[in-house]
Structure formats: structure tokens, C-alpha cells
């Protein structure tokens, strides 16, 4: 039996995977109670609604009514600028602060676009700052360097 939808197939078995790996890692903390949850129980419950969804939509190619999808070829050149987005706001995040650690992030991210552009780049990383620092600096009080230590 052949999935009719081999992305479904592959996001489905992905989802599961990535579900029951999270539970599986999370089950070595302590759980607690409902009442008083202890550092493994939310990534616990969390990580099993992952697999849960993961075995429905695996389930869900191979129903009849699912639509043919071949999988495509993997833009590795798209993978690399979001995994590298990444990798360079975590390390720029400490002695360059928050606000050019997200602008960086969104600008070297938005370059995974086919569809890429600086003034779209641009204007969306600067939403992304105000957003951002308003709700998690801001809003919640967390103790981010907004900029530079040298500027400080």
C-alpha cells in the first residue's frame, strides 16, 4: 500500500517523530501534578499532541479521498539561510542586543524568500523589532540588552 500524499506522509511521520522524541526526553524530568506541574509535564503533554497529530495526518495520506502530492526536491539554499537565522541571532543576541539580533534574524531569513527583497526585508524587520520588543521586553519585563553593552 502506496501513500497517495507523500507530503503528508513525510510532514505526518516528521510531526510523530519530533511528538514522541519530546515525551520521550521530557519523561526524564519530574512530571508533578495537574494542580502543580513540575518542568516535565508540559513539553510531556505537548510532545504526545505532536505524535497524536503526526499519526493523524500519517493516517490521512493514505485515505483514498487524500490528494496525489509527490514530495518535492528540498531547497537546500532556503534551508540554510532559515537555519542560519537562527544560528547567528543566538549568537549575536548577547553582545549586540535584542533589537539588532531580531532585525539581523528577519533580514538574513527573508533572503530564503524567492520573492526577496530589502524593502520588504527591511519594513518587516522593523515591525518585528517593535513587535517583539514590546511584548516580550515591555509587556512581560523580560531582561533582554535592547542594545549593545558598549552602547550602554
Do not use: C, Q
Request: proline share 6%.
Amino acid at each position: 500500500m502506496y501513500p497517495r500524499s507523500e507530503k503528508r506522509l513525510a510532514t505526518g511521520l516528521l510531526y510523530l517523530l519530533l511528538g514522541a522524541g519530546t515525551s520521550l526526553l521530557a519523561s526524564g524530568y519530574p512530571m508533578g501534578t495537574p494542580a502543580r506541574i513540575g518542568p516535565g509535564y508540559f513539553p510531556f503533554w505537548l510532545g504526545l499532541l505532536l505524535a497524536a497529530l503526526g499519526l493523524s495526518i500519517t493516517v490521512r495520506a493514505y485515505v483514498a479521498r487524500a490528494p496525489r502530492e509527490k514530495l518535492e526536491r528540498w531547497d537546500f539554499k532556503s534551508l540554510s539561510w532559515m537555519t542560519g537565522s537562527v544560528v547567528l541571532f543566538g549568537v549575536m543576541l548577547k553582545p549586540l542586543g535584542l533589537v539588532l539580533a531580531i532585525a539581523t534574524l528577519v533580514v538574513v531569513a527573508s533572503r530564503a524568500s524567492h520573492e526577496f527583497t530589502w524593502r520588504g526585508a527591511l519594513a518587516n524587520a522593523a515591525v518585528m523589532v517593535v513587535l517583539i520588543v514590546g511584548a516580550f521586553v515591555y509587556g512581560l519585563g523580560l531582561p533582554f540588552n535592547l542594545w549593545p553593552a558598549f552602547l550602554d
